[in-house]
């Protein structure tokens, strides 16, 4: 079972990156996905969460209260991968962001719901 996360790098202020996580060893269709970050000297902390569709079109999602309005959280299941895209991004963004799954129903955003990590991928916002 793997989570590849990629799609980091070093942007300027206001810029975009889109950061993906491909899952491999599993179908991950009826996971919850979720993306993480730690910068450093602090915490991991939650940046966002997708549902899985349940066998409906919908995905419910949510957001940490730093990113609401500028990160999208997004999944193709048929390429097992879920996306972040990250606009307006600013300094205080900088850190290194994880992608993981958790098995079970209900989105959630404490590290221990969740059960499949990948490793991180930097992500570098300069002002």
């Known amino acids: 079972v793997q989570l590849q996360a990629s799609g980091g790098g070093l942007v300027q202020s206001g810029g975009s990156l889109r950061l993906s996580c491909a899952a491999s060893?599993?179908?991950?269709?009826?996971?919850?996905m979720g993306w993480f970050r730690q910068a450093p000297g602090k915490e991991r902390e939650f940046v966002a969460a997708i549902s899985s569709s349940g066998g409906s079109t919908y995905y419910g999602t949510y957001y940490a209260d730093s990113v609401k309005g500028r990160f999208t959280i997004s999944r193709d299941n048929a390429k097992n991968t879920v996306y972040l895209q990250m606009n307006s991004l600013k300094p205080e963004d900088t850190a290194v962001y994880y992608c993981?799954?958790?098995?079970?129903?209900?989105?959630?955003?404490?590290?221990?719901?969740?059960?499949?990590w990948g490793q991180g991928t930097q992500v570098t916002v300069s002002s």
């Open positions: 060893g599993r179908n991950f269709s009826s996971d919850v």
């Open positions: 993981a799954a958790r098995t079970s129903w209900g989105l959630a955003q404490r590290e221990y719901d969740y059960d499949y």
